[in-house]
């Protein structure tokens, strides 16, 4: 089954007002790459001024609270960030996993929140660099998908980006053919829990992509797009992953 490339910007903790402007940029000249769909995900303080600044374009949040409102000081709900003109949350991303203590069943808790208020889901998994070099990558992420996912979802609405944390912001990637194994592997389990659903769930890899490595690891199997830190802070960096993606069948 074909499946639309999606190439998604994760700002981090990176950026003030002056940097809307970047983000018009990147949205207008997405329109360049219609066969991709393309977001952006800024701080929580940027979501506005985002989705003003491109109307009709996919701005997201990169966590929410499992509920929606009460008292937890520093939290953004999912009902926040659909009224601050959100189409879609990251959930799960390893800084949240291990800076803040996320467990599956916090990200489960938050996927879940996100989709009833109405948002997209990318559901981040990925594996330490002790377990890569051991070889139980598979069975760690396996594990995290199996124990993050939502009991009922539509798999038009959840993406799962399989990110090696030991990649992240380190300039290292995994072979072509270790995504590929990953990305199978996570194809099969869900292939299981929910059937045909499992070819129409895009499955988005992260991890120092770039645009010299882009067309590489977009094209590797079963790799639906990509969720892309440090490049996705300027026009000059993000477009080429965008266009890598436009690239590939
Ligand atoms: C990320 O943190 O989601 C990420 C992929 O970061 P980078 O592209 O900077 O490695």
Redesign the pocket.
Known sequence: MARRKYVVG?W?MNGLSDAVAEAGAIFGAAKDYPAVDVALCPPFTLIGALVAAAPGSAVGGQDCHAAPSGAYTGSVSAPMLADAGATLTIVG?S?RREGFGESDADVKAKAEAALAAGLSVILCVGEPRAIRESGGAIDHVLVQVRGSLPDAFDPTRLAIAY?PIW???TGLIPTVEDVAAMHGSIRAALSERIGAGAQVLRLLY????NGDNAAELLGAGDVDGA?????SLTAAKFLPIVAAGAGLP
């Open positions: 994760n981090k991303h800084e990110e990649a992240i912001g992260g991890g120092s992509v969720l892309v830190g440090g490049a």
